[in-house]
């Protein structure tokens, strides 16, 4: 079922202002780790426990001047964090925060867009937020901030690859379990000659000594040698 345009739209703003809300906050959490382990105190001065500290900073980069090389390219330069802050912030869109609820006559869904390819939104639009960083870089017209683009390029893909292949990899329920057993299996044949404990390997039978499979082959050869001494 989807949600109304405008159910929608609440659950993206919702989402964004949360997730802002906590990239904020971590900010000052590591601010103050760094601080303890320096062995100084960190932001404690606006609000309590410096809390508002995050709001403060905000208010001092609105208020900042803005200023970029005279010779970069302003739109490139202008649109590129912000491409790059979206589809960061846009990859959230496909994640479910949860089963759904029933509010008032409406059924609103855990996420902002349910797609049957969720996982290859999210790697698509990590792969598209690296172009802003490159694009940033080049319309700086500096040839020190493209190389630092390329390289933040660099540790991003290289990041993204192994992300995609760890989470693509597929796997059967089970074959961690049968490949430990098999191990412990076939590495426990020297105990009954050391200690004279039997081994917890099932024996071979008739019908299953002509096809072992790779998961019990290691306990058929346990078996075959606990037998053979």
């Known amino acids: 079922m989807t949600d109304p345009w405008w159910i929608s739209l609440i659950k993206a703003f919702l ?42 900073d905000l208010i001092k980069l609105i208020r900042k001047e803005s200023f970029f090389p005279a010779s970069a390219v302003d739109v490139l330069y202008i649109a590129a964090p912000v491409f790059s802050s979206f589809t960061a912030l846009a990859a959230f869109s496909v ?72 989470r693509s990899r597929p796997r059967r329920s089970g074959s961690s379990a049968r490949s430990s057993w098999a191990w412990w299996c076939s590495s426990s044949q020297v105990w009954p000659r050391r200690t004279g404990r039997r081994s917890t390997c099932p024996r071979p039978t008739p019908s299953s000594s002509r096809a072992t499979t790779p998961s019990t082959a290691g306990c058929a050869s346990a078996s075959s040698r606990w037998a053979s001494t």
């Not at 000052?28 to 609000?47: C, H, T």
């Open 15 to 56: 989402i964004i202002n949360l997730l802002l809300l906590l990239f904020a906050y971590m900010t000052w959490v590591e601010r103050k780790v760094l601080a303890r382990m320096q062995l100084r105190y960190g932001p404690n001065r606006v609000g309590p426990f410096g809390l508002l500290q995050p709001i403060a």
């Open 95 to 166: 994640i479910p925060f949860g089963p759904g609820w029933h509010i008032w006559k409406w059924n609103v869904s855990g996420e902002v867009a349910n797609l049957p390819i969720a996982l290859v939104v999210i790697f698509a639009l990590s792969s598209l937020g690296i172009y802003g960083f490159i694009v940033g870089g080049w319309a700086s017209d500096s040839k020190y901030a493209l190389l630092g683009s390329m390289r933040t390029c660099a540790q991003m893909v290289s990041y993204e690859v192994s992300l995609t292949f760890a």
